[in-house]
């Protein structure tokens, strides 16, 4: 095979795979932007178990009510759910603010290992 040979299939090749990834890049954003909306519903949910724990720990902290599971279950919530809340709101954000960029990344990161 000569060169031009090899160009006119890359051509032919490249028609054939326009159609069929750009159905695929929708199809790839449309799923980063539902990642975003589930890291920001999750970001929700752990911030308000942990503001919640902090209302618990401080309504019953001096009343010495807490018992030992209650206090572990509370501190618990407070120490991972507010850092963790915040961190997955903003990875949520991120995801939906832009997309194409993590697409790209995954993609790369699939492609070169």
């Not at 790839?28 to 618990?56: E, S």
């Not at 902290?61 to 209650?70: A, H, K, P, S, Y």
């Not at 759910?81 to 961190?87: A, E, K, M, R």
């Amino acid at each position: 095979m000569n060169s031009d040979t090899i160009l006119k299939v890359l051509d032919e090749l490249g028609k054939r795979i326009a159609g069929p990834a750009e159905q695929v890049w929708g199809i790839y954003l449309k799923q980063i932007i539902a990642y975003g909306i589930a890291d920001i519903a999750v970001g929700i949910a752990l911030l308000i178990a942990g503001l919640l724990g902090i209302k618990f720990c401080c309504k019953h902290w001096d009343d010495n009510e807490i018992d030992e599971t209650l206090g572990t279950v509370s501190f618990c919530s407070v120490l991972c759910g507010v850092p963790l809340g915040v961190l997955m709101l903003i990875r949520g954000f991120m995801l939906i603010y832009n997309p194409a960029y993590y697409v790209i990344q995954d993609l790369a990161s699939t492609v070169i290992k």
